[in-house]
């Protein structure tokens, strides 16, 4: 099993509507937990970090779920600007793991 | 503040030719990241540095490249003899401590022709 996985999509979603996707890891003793947002050809941003009791942001709603190993991102009431590709980043034994990333593409 | 500044933002250079790139961190960030992004695809982790200090190397892809930090700030990133599978968009990130909050710069494009 990689070490950290994501479905790269697209995910094609209309505007106005509500996306939700996961990363999954093998490493249970990862400690920290990340969503960053890279746009096309510029640099990863980052997003928000991932609380154990969940944490919201505006329309993104990031969660922990460490029994299923996995984290997660929603965006509510999507916006043209979210398009972007969204990377989950784990700290876990002194080693960082990316997930090559969720891909979003927001429809008019 | 001032954020994480890489230079050069572009370089072009012949292949077997010796290329450094530079990254300045946020000023106070102890832990320093070098990463190598090819078109298309994921980040691909090189090495980090907790101070001047590398703990681990394994990242770097071959024995052509070769990091340094200096006074717990400015890294450079060195690879020697490159070849054509060298272009990428090579980032730098700094983080206050190692594994929190990472924020990058906006990367050097090397293209090795």
């Known amino acids: 099993r990689k070490e950290v996985e994501q479905d790269p999509g697209p995910f094609n979603v209309p505007e106005g509507a509500t996306v939700a996707f996961n990363c999954t890891y093998s490493n249970s003793a990862s400690q920290s937990f990340f969503w960053y947002r890279q746009d096309c050809r510029k640099e990863p941003k980052l997003l928000m970090s991932?609380?154990?009791s969940g944490n919201e942001d505006g329309r993104f709603t990031a969660q922990l779920n460490r029994a299923s190993q996995y984290i997660s991102l929603l965006i509510r009431d999507s916006k043209l600007s979210d398009s972007a590709t969204y990377l989950c980043v784990l700290n876990g034994n002194n080693r960082l793991a990316f997930g090559k990333g969720n891909q979003v593409v927001v429809i008019p | 503040g001032a954020g994480v500044s890489q230079s050069p933002s572009n370089k072009v250079t012949e292949k077997g030719k010796d290329v450094e790139l530079r990254c300045d961190p946020i000023s106070g960030h102890t832990a320093l990241y070098w990463y190598r992004q090819s078109l298309g695809q994921g980040l691909e982790f090189l090495i980090y540095f907790q101070g001047n200090s590398a703990p681990d190397k394994s990242g770097l892809p071959s024995d052509r490249f070769s990091a340094e930090r200096t006074g717990g700030s400015v890294s450079t990133l060195t690879i020697q003899r490159t070849q054509q599978e060298d272009s990428a968009v090579y980032l730098c990130a700094s983080s206050k401590e190692w594994g929190s909050e990472q924020y990058f710069g906006p990367g050097t494009r090397l293209t090795v022709t």
């Open positions: 991932v609380y154990s």
